[in-house]
């Protein structure tokens, strides 16, 4: 009698937890007592509606408590009183519109032949992309369409986050202003097309006729991809693009296309297929951002993924040597000074202005409501990014009558889809698209550190660093690279995916994307620091351990190195996204006590914290950029089916080669096919190369077997860490069930109030 009694105590007393962004409830320290392990909620239901405005309606009346996709300015600022009057409200600057061009073939005669006909880009000419910046007024972009709720902008550098001022000095520098000048464009725009009509190999074939430019007697025209999913923002905001740009004489071809459409051509295509020309992007910022190196690799440079071509080795690519270079040496921290760090990004902005191959429109900013009468307190969210993991994170509704906490999660899909991209736990393609994240980021705690939602700074969450044994050796090298002067010992490991042993005494030499492993006796780090790892229990149960990290070293050195032509397991995209940062890179000791003596190339005076976090070691094994992450033999069993084939018969690819099956974690059928190969590795007591001193085969068949079991219940593969986990998943339905973790490492109390301190101060 007494035991139920305590039972039924315990279900009484609930407790909330309010959080406000920077003037945090009084009410904070009201912890509730019921154990939902490292979550303030029993469950979070993902669902998605086609029409803003109904989406907001629902929320406004009940239907759903969070709409976790932001409202542009001109659908928010209609509401009716009545519906505001009832929404608790996030306003960010977290959004930006773009425009992406297709600058192939990027040099003169600016032709291209296809078919067997050739064709006049107008935007492989750089003045005329450049000029596209003074044809466009934002202004009056932000005023009629986003009615007022933006900013203009000029970079990938959000007007309102931190750290941006410098670089959004520089287009004003360059003359650019919110108004444009529509006059100074078209004569720029049409004197550059007068000097491509000058050249030999285009003379008598480009000409300006009754008001529009012809080659070979045809309208010279171009292909705008318009993102016809987003009607009150990028749809008119493309038309009125278009209609600008023929007054240069330039004929434009709307193709309006939804999301999928529009990736599809103009992402996953090689340029010189020549299948688009321009295309209307929009960017959430993804996080709170103190620095901008990294932004500036992926927005302007070709190894940031993110430029014509997508740095896939098989397609054209837009290439600038210079910012290559320059980004290379800011974003993996080859710098000595605060000054060389300004300096070179100051210039790599004035690149990526000049080149114009990408422009900045404007910021958005952004509105994300929730229920008032729903919510015990504010949630979390980012200054940068508004909604964002640590808000669902934080999200305390009250109870129904059964006492269940149940968040309901809506998100606007034009679709009418919450599966945009393949879930691919590994290639660089998976989880790429916002809905994804949104569910995904609270089943998942990726890194061994985080960003701070309102500090970006670095915060360490899978292990600890030891500063009191750090050190830091820097100096002057001979080709504008530093060179360390910490002595890194004999029996620093480091696996050689050459030999497919783990060996000592190696260093890395990355050239031209070729990776080589070399032996020496006098290596140098810039620097030295302790850190003991944090261990946590995956979602089917099992203690993760020094396997999943040691795993994810043997993982990458494979996935990036080419060690013959014949290399099934190299992966050119990963490579692009890993092999840059990797030239220089030392061993690192793992200790007795189970720590690691870290060794690194990587140097941030400005922020000691996020230079031990970049050599901080994590289980986070591919999918780079996404807050992802798997236990070792899901990844496994995902490589082996890309390399050994499947049971069902399709033919796999970690890669963005679209005549081949993605990955994907939620299909039924990868599903199936996964647990297959889980199947063989448990019957076959199979251990990965690379890891054998570290896990034994019992070991081994207790994890196959624990993750076959998740798969037969949940129906998923998406095995991870975070606080929830994917406890059902209808993708037909759009439906997605995820549900309080119980055995996750930390309480909702302690990261909330670490976080609130933070923002406090």
């Not at 409202?71 to 929404?87: C, F, H, N, P, T």
């Not at 192939?104 to 935007?123: C, E, M, S, V």
């Not at 749809?235 to 330039?250: C, Y």
């Amino acid at each position: 009698m007494k035991f139920k009694f305590l039972n039924y105590f315990k279900l009484l007393f609930l407790f909330i937890i309010a959080i406000l962004f920077l003037t945090c409830s009084k009410d904070k320290n009201n912890i509730s007592q019921i154990d939902r392990g490292g979550a303030l909620i029993d469950k979070i239901i993902f669902n998605i509606r086609t029409d803003m405005t109904i989406a907001i309606k629902d929320v406004a009346e009940g239907k759903a408590d969070l709409m976790a996709s932001g409202i542009d300015g001109g659908v928010y600022l209609s509401l009716e009183k009545k519906d505001l009057e009832k929404l608790d409200t996030y306003e960010v600057p977290s959004g930006t519109w773009s425009l992406l061009f297709n600058p192939f073939p990027n040099k003169a005669p600016y032709t291209i032949t296809k078919d067997g006909k050739t064709y006049f880009n107008p935007l492989a000419i750089r003045e005329v992309r450049f000029a596209m910046n003074f044809l466009i007024n934002r202004k009056k972009l932000i005023d009629e369409i986003l009615k007022g709720a933006g900013m203009p902008s000029f970079t990938q550098a959000t007007p309102g986050q931190p750290g941006t001022y410098r670089y959004n000095l520089i287009p004003l520098r360059m003359g650019m202003t919110e108004n444009g000048n529509e006059d100074k464009a078209i004569k720029d725009i049409n004197k550059a097309m007068e000097n491509a009509a000058n050249l030999p190999e285009n003379r008598g074939k480009l000409k300006k006729e009754n008001g529009w430019w012809k080659y070979n007697n045809e309208v010279v025209s171009i292909k705008f991809v318009i993102r016809v999913d987003d009607p009150s923002g990028r749809l008119p905001a493309g038309n009125s693009i278009a209609d600008l740009i023929e007054k240069t004489g330039i004929k434009v071809e709307k193709l309006l296309y939804d999301r999928n459409k529009s990736t599809q051509v103009v992402y996953l295509t090689d340029p010189k297929d020549y299948e688009w020309n321009i295309l209307t992007e929009a960017w959430g910022a993804g996080a709170t951002r103190a620095w901008w190196d990294v932004t500036l690799r992926q927005m302007y440079v070709r190894e940031g993924n993110y430029m014509p071509g997508g740095n896939v080795a098989e397609f054209w690519n837009y290439d600038n040597k210079e910012a290559s270079k320059i980004s290379d040496k800011n974003s993996n921290g080859w710098f000595l000074t605060s000054e060389e760090y300004w300096d070179g990004n100051m210039r790599l902005q004035e690149i990526g202005l000049q080149e114009a191959v990408r422009i900045y429109l404007n910021s958005q900013t952004q509105f994300f409501v929730a229920n008032k009468e729903r919510f015990n307190g504010r949630m979390l969210y980012g200054v940068g990014d508004g909604i964002n993991d640590w808000s669902i994170r934080s999200a305390d509704v009250k109870p129904n009558r059964r006492g269940e906490k149940i968040l309901r999660v809506l998100q606007h899909s034009a679709q009418g889809s919450l599966f945009m991209s393949p879930w691919d736990p590994v290639g660089v393609g998976g989880f790429s698209d916002a809905y994804s994240g949104i569910i995904i980021s609270p089943c998942s705690d990726s890194g061994a550190t985080f960003e701070s939602p309102s500090t970006a700074k670095d915060i360490f969450r899978l292990g600890e660093a030891d500063t009191n044994t750090l050190e830091i050796g820097v100096v002057a090298g001979n080709n504008g690279i530093p060179v360390g002067t910490i002595e890194v010992p004999k029996n620093a490991m480091m696996f050689n995916p050459y030999t497919q042993k783990w060996e000592e005494g190696l260093t890395i030499v990355s050239k031209d994307g070729n990776i080589e492993y070399k032996k020496s006796d006098n290596l140098k780090a810039y620097i030295k620091c302790d850190f003991k790892p944090k261990y946590f229990k995956w979602h089917h149960g099992i203690e993760s351990s020094l396997v999943d990290l040691m795993y994810g070293s043997v993982f990458i050195a494979n996935v990036v190195t080419k060690t013959n032509d014949n290399d099934k397991y190299y992966d050119s995209a990963l490579a692009g996204r890993y092999a840059p940062a990797m030239d220089g890179a030392v061993g690192s000791v793992l200790n007795e006590d189970g720590s690691f003596t870290l060794y690194g190339n990587y140097y941030f005076p400005m922020d000691i914290d996020r230079q031990i976090a970049t050599v901080a070691v994590s289980p986070k094994i591919g999918n780079p950029n996404r807050n992802t992450v798997v236990p070792f033999e899901i990844n496994e069993a995902i490589m082996k089916l890309v390399l050994e084939g499947s049971k069902s018969g399709n033919v796999y690819t970690i890669s963005q080669d679209q005549s081949l099956t993605a990955i994907d974690v939620k299909n039924p059928t990868c599903v199936s096919d996964i647990k297959e190969k889980l199947i063989e590795m448990r019957d076959s007591k199979y251990i990965p190369v690379g890891i054998e001193q570290w896990i034994n085969e019992e070991e081994a068949v207790k994890r196959y077997q624990a993750a076959i079991d998740f798969i037969d219940n949940y129906g998923h593969a998406y095995i991870s860490n975070g606080p929830f986990f994917i406890s059902k998943i209808d993708s037909k339905a759009n439906y997605i069930e995820l549900s309080a973790f119980k055995d996750y490492s930390e309480s909702a109390k302690y990261w909330i109030e670490k976080l609130s301190t933070k923002m406090s101060r």
